[in-house]
């Protein structure tokens, strides 16, 4: 919700929105745009309905799909950029894949009560989001509303500002919210990735 309404609102030309959950009650703390009436819904659809709400201008394509192979991300061949808001680690690394094999900038981010973490990846120039260590298989313990609005906030002004100005130095940092502390770290690539390896950035 937070990337989606942040997009919309700089007025992006085409958003294209997958995903597969229908909503339940725990999303309401922090997935502000659904109420308690949206509940057992898909949250595909009444996303794309609400995002109508800021900018009707807006192109907006839903998908019913739950991510489970490489070529089910072939709805995304032809986006300028990628923006991931899942906790699923298969899911995740499935799409960081994707990305790395059709050269396709990938924004990703994780939240973990008041911790944070949002990062650029930019497959022919900075290391990938396992290098970056944000395709751990943790299990968080509790979500907070305010962490996902700063990283969700976060993860849309790095794909804003590289889809106006193909920066490619905004890539390979790691932005870190920690406890109302954030700081950045510049990652390199580990010896043993194999993705990175691929792409000659070892």
């Not at 089910?72 to 950029?81: E, L, S």
């Not at 396709?104 to 290098?131: H, N, R």
């Not at 751990?136 to 969700?152: D, M, P, R």
């Amino acid at each position: 919700c937070n990337i989606a309404v942040h997009l919309v609102g700089a007025g992006i030309g085409k958003l294209t929105l997958c995903g597969f959950d229908k909503i339940n009650e725990s999303n309401l703390n922090r997935q502000f745009l659904y109420t308690k009436d949206d509940i057992r819904k898909s949250k595909c659809e009444i996303l794309k309905r609400r995002l109508y709400d800021f900018s009707q201008d807006t192109e907006i394509k839903c998908i019913d799909l739950k991510i489970e192979t490489e070529s089910d991300m072939q709805f995304a061949k032809d986006c300028d950029i990628i923006l991931l808001a899942v906790d699923n680690i298969d899911a995740r690394k499935l799409v960081q894949n994707y990305a790395a094999n059709n050269n396709i900038p990938l924004v990703c981010g994780g939240i973990d009560g008041f911790y944070g973490m949002a990062y650029l990846y930019i497959p022919d120039y900075s290391p990938c989001p396992d290098c970056a260590g944000l395709n751990v298989n943790a299990q968080t313990k509790y979500n907070i509303s305010a962490t996902a609005g700063i990283i969700g906030s976060a993860q849309s002004a790095l794909a804003i500002k590289y889809l106006l100005t193909e920066n490619k130095q905004l890539g390979g940092k790691i932005l870190i919210y920690d406890d109302n502390v954030f700081d950045t770290l510049k990652i390199n690539s580990s010896k043993h990735c194999e993705t990175c390896k691929k792409l000659s950035l070892l």
